[in-house]
């Protein structure tokens, strides 16, 4: 039986206040069941089955360019099907607490708002880069390595990767904006998987906004390779911009959710 000596008194104060309890709350949903490895084990299946499916079904990996298409063909798979994901995740993390009421419970706990949307943040996105990023990651660096014979450079593919996981930060940072600005869960979804899956229907219209979303991370030009494919051949990529915006995008949609929720009632 628990007594209570092996109890910690926790003295946090400011906007750090109730953060651990808060982060081991939310890490929990990650890591205190098998839901995180079926759902990393699934995902590296899934993504890295239909990337060598394609690159052994189409015979073009040791065509001329074939590396690069093989490289493309992952990247875009791995900046939609993350996006996907934790949108889905990160929809509930306040959407849910709010229908439910559980969010009224736990700010009337010593516990600051800004520790709140922290926790979110932190822990999705703790949880995002191991389950959606490094292990499907690993396995496709594995995979190219068995079809090719040749290992990539592993630091430029770990720019690559790192890369891959802004592109995440992006839309779940934006998840949690529309959590804490939206009631329902149409448009906290809908808005964010419009941007992962709209990229062919604008590209023709506009195709300066690939410079200033995500788009411009994972999905080629005419004229160049991806950012995150530039970095996996160990290239200097054409333009930083798509990522200068990218991360100020992230940065603007935390900090609006901390203001947005900070002042929210429940």
Known sequence: METTESLQRLNDRGWR???ANLMDQE???WWKTRQSVVRALTFTLLLCGLVAAALFGGHFINAPGGLERGLSLFAILEGIFPAIVITIIAMDALIGEKQSGTAAWVLSKPVSRVAVIVSKLTANALGALVTLVLVPSAFFYVIIAAITGQL???????AGTAVMFVNV???LSLTIFLGTLLNKRGPVIGIPLILALGYQLVDGLAPWLATVLPW?????TAQ???LVVALFEGQAPVSWLPLACTLAWTT???GLAVRRYGRQEF
């Open 17 to 19: 206040m109730g953060l």
């Open 27 to 29: 890490n929990g949903k």
């Open 152 to 158: 990539l450079a592993p630091l430029p593919f770990m």
């Open 169 to 171: 930060l992006f839309y």
């Open 216 to 220: 411009g991370l994972i999905f080629p």
């Open 224 to 226: 160049a390779p991806s």
């Open 252 to 254: 603007l949609f935390t």
